[in-house]
């Protein structure tokens, strides 16, 4: 299955860096993420009706990327979250952020 754990780990293709064609490529698909140069990272804000809308988010969130051994970087206050991603094991983007910002866009 897609973003299964046992296909993520260990698949060194998820590892390499994205060229500049593929990011043009996620950004110009997801137009609320913004690439963030210093972090070699993409970043969204978003914010929700209260407190319980966003943990419950973050809640979904948080399973499936444990699921997918990647895990965000987020700040959360009250109604606002901001998601971090970006791979620490290339220090940059890789496919593991393509199926991360994927599978957080299928649950908004
Ligand atoms: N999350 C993120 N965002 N980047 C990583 O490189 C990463 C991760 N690596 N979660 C995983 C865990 C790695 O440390 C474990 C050992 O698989």
Avoid: Q
């Avoid at 959360?76 to 220090?91: A, F, K, P, S």
Wanted: with cysteine.
């Amino acid at each position: 299955m897609a973003g299964d754990k046992d296909m993520l780990a260990g698949d060194d293709g998820m590892l390499t860096k994205l060229d500049a064609a593929a990011r043009g490529a996620l950004l110009e698909k997801f137009p609320n993420w913004e690439f963030e140069p210093n972090r070699e990272a993409l970043k969204r804000t978003l914010k929700f009706s209260d407190f319980a809308e966003a943990f419950g988010f973050m809640t979904r969130v948080a399973i499936v990327a444990d699921k997918m051994d990647h895990h965000p970087e987020w700040f959360n206050v009250y109604n606002r979250v901001e998601i971090l991603l970006t791979t620490h094991d290339c220090d940059g983007l890789s496919e593991r952020d393509v199926a991360m910002v994927e599978a957080i866009e299928a649950m908004l």
